[in-house]
């Protein structure tokens, strides 16, 4: 059984930047990459349909993630404090202090 090749997003986008430039055909490309013309059609749609994303305004999905691990080490520091105001009356309560 053959393994399956596993292409970088750069170099996706280097070939479907050049099939944009409509200096070669899709088999010409594909053939100088050693691809299937099928793949780099398929490349091409899912490249097209992402890329109004780039111009999207709003919070982008890092940024969410950033804001949601902001949050919950917020939380967690809040949650150290009082553990430790918590140990600490425990101890003056019952004498170990």
Same mark, same amino acid.
């Not at 170099?11 to 050693?34: C, D, G, R, S």
């Not at 890092?62 to 949650?79: G, M, P, V």
């Given at each position: 059984? #053959? ?57 982008? #999905? ?7 691990? #902001? ?27």
């Amino acid at each position: 059984m #053959e393994k399956r090749n596993r292409y970088t997003p750069e170099f996706k986008t280097k070939v479907v930047l050049e099939v944009l430039q409509e200096e070669q055909t899709v088999n010409q490309i594909a053939a100088k990459y050693e691809l299937n013309p099928v793949m780099i059609s398929r490349w091409k749609a899912e490249f097209l349909e992402r890329a109004s994303m780039v111009f999207e305004k709003g919070t982008s #999905e890092a940024d969410k993630l950033r804001k949601e691990y #902001e949050s919950k080490q917020e939380h967690l520091e809040k949650l150290v404090g009082q553990l430790t105001v918590e140990i600490d009356w425990l101890k003056k309560k019952s004498g170990l202090k």
